[in-house]
């Protein structure tokens, strides 16, 4: 079992920026790829970026080349690097990792995004 703990959300005027964590409780290298999904209010859990065990990255279309996603093996742990922030970024930030040998996923307990003036 793995355990997800995510941090770094908060409240941000348009414009700023935020810097998630998502810290693992095992070794990231058995999880084949990380990610951040987040949910908006009403709306569906969707797909913000994703980083494989390689380090090939994957962006939704309304983050790229605003947000970075990266990770840090030694850590365990997997960041989100949020800048140019908008109100339509406001949403909970859930981390996950996926391991592939067992289809197994991983959920964390998601931190809240606010963007507003």
């Known amino acids: 079992q793995v355990q997800l703990v995510e941090s770094g959300g908060g409240l941000v005027q348009p414009g700023g920026s935020l810097r998630l964590s998502c810290a693992a409780s095992?070794?990231?290298?058995?999880?084949?790829?990380m990610g951040w999904y987040r949910q908006a209010p009403g709306k569906q859990r969707e797909l913000v970026a994703t980083?494989?065990?390689?380090?090939?990255?994957n962006y939704a279309d309304s983050v790229k080349g605003r947000f970075t996603i990266s990770r840090d093996n030694a850590r365990n742990t997997v960041y989100l690097q949020m800048n140019s922030l908008r109100p339509e970024d406001t949403a909970i930030y859930y981390c996950?990792?996926?391991?592939?040998?067992?289809?197994?996923?991983?959920w964390g307990q998601g931190t809240q995004v606010t963007v507003s003036s």
């Open positions: 996950h990792g996926h391991r592939s040998a067992y289809n197994l996923d991983y």
């Open positions: 095992r070794n990231i290298f058995i999880i084949n790829a």
């Open positions: 980083i494989t065990s390689g380090g090939g990255t």
